[in-house]
């Protein structure tokens, strides 16, 4: 492979393993200022419980998503040198704004979320959760422009020529405000929304399926549910704007998403799409797939598991029923007479 294939390949991976991260930060901070809005509402200790439960999960969702987000900018200059002095004015703007007016203000006021239970005001407190919920997006919003600068670039003009050329920003609002912004921030923000509802549903049905916590459970689930459905009818309306700003500005992409590879006659407005074969037999295949693993890991679950009794009392080594060993599991042994009585194939 050559130098180009293996730079795009480790800035496709670090790109993807990133962008988990961020969505979720953004998701979050909406949930923990509901959850802490109502404990100050209500002063009932389940919400402090939640949100202090939560503010730890964000504060190792925001450690991680620092931490690869600076292998992300190093690799800009790493990877994509020549570009990075191409439109170092621009694209180093706005990231250098996502800096200065999100990060510092996510992180400030962090160690208040973090540390300042009962050491600070209730209102002090919520105040800072607000504003690390406001930063994270505040963080989208710059992220998200210096994106879309690249797909419809404005505001800007070229100096020199050659490997000497350079972009320049002649207007920054217009640079901001590009043709696809605007769809773009507020169709990324409400999937952030989205991601960290949805992870918070995960988590709280995991616990009832579990039978554990469920009064604070079943509250943490009503928010993120409620969340989760707001988000969901909005993403509906950003994800229109943003394909007809596409059918506008960028007709070959939309193409592409749609399955055209090949020039075809103008087909109206609203026509529906259709993908080429190839798309939809490897769509079928896995879904297929991991419909498959999903049932396999179903079933797999629902077998009862049953103890070999000369595995040692502390054992983390399982045995199936039909005599293989599993993985190791963190479970504690029953005691072989025990379990004599009960188990027909131990009588």
Do not use: C
Not at 330 to 335: E, K, Q, S, V
């Amino acid at each position: 492979m050559s130098v180009e294939i293996l730079a795009r390949i480790q800035f496709a991976f670090t790109t993807v393993f990133y962008y988990i991260y961020p969505p979720l930060s953004i998701g979050l901070g909406v949930v923990l200022v509901i959850m802490e809005g109502m404990f100050l509402k209500t002063r009932n200790p389940m919400y402090e419980r939640l949100t202090r439960f939560w503010i730890r999960i964000s504060a190792l969702i925001f450690g991680i998503g620092v931490a690869t987000g600076i292998v992300m900018e190093f690799e800009f200059g790493t990877n994509w040198a020549t570009y990075a002095r191409y439109v170092g004015d621009i694209f180093g703007s706005a990231l250098a704004a996502a800096g200065i007016f999100a990060f510092v203000l996510e992180s400030g006021f962090l160690g208040i979320l973090l540390f300042g239970w009962h050491r600070v005001s209730p209102r002090l407190h919520f105040f800072a959760t607000v504003m690390v919920a406001l930063g994270s997006m505040f963080s989208a919003v710059w992220i998200v422009v210096a994106n879309s600068w690249q797909q419809t670039p404005a505001g800007f003009h070229l100096v020199g020529s050659g490997l000497t050329a350079r972009a320049e920003v002649t207007d920054f609002w217009a640079m901001v405000f590009n043709p696809s912004s605007m769809d773009r921030l507020s169709h990324a923000v409400i999937g952030g929304f989205l991601s960290g509802s949805f992870l918070v549903l995960s988590v709280s049905a995991w616990y009832l399926l579990k039978g554990r916590f469920v009064v604070s459970s079943k509250a943490a689930f009503k928010i993120a549910l409620a969340v989760a459905t707001v988000s969901g009818l909005g993403q509906l309306i950003t994800g229109h704007h943003s394909a007809n700003g596409m059918a506008v500005n960028q007709p070959a992409k939309l193409a592409a998403f749609e399955g055209h590879y090949a020039t075809l006659a103008a087909r109206p407005a609203g026509a529906p799409a259709r993908p080429a074969p190839r798309i939809l037999l490897r769509v079928s295949v896995f879904s297929l797939l991991f419909g498959a693993l999903g049932l396999a890991w179903y079933h797999r679950s629902r077998r009862p598991q049953h103890w070999h009794p000369r595995v040692g009392l502390l054992s983390p080594v399982r045995v199936l029923p039909s005599g293989e060993l599993s993985q190791p599991v963190t479970r504690y042994i029953w005691p072989y007479h025990a379990r004599r009585a009960t188990h027909p194939r131990l009588s």
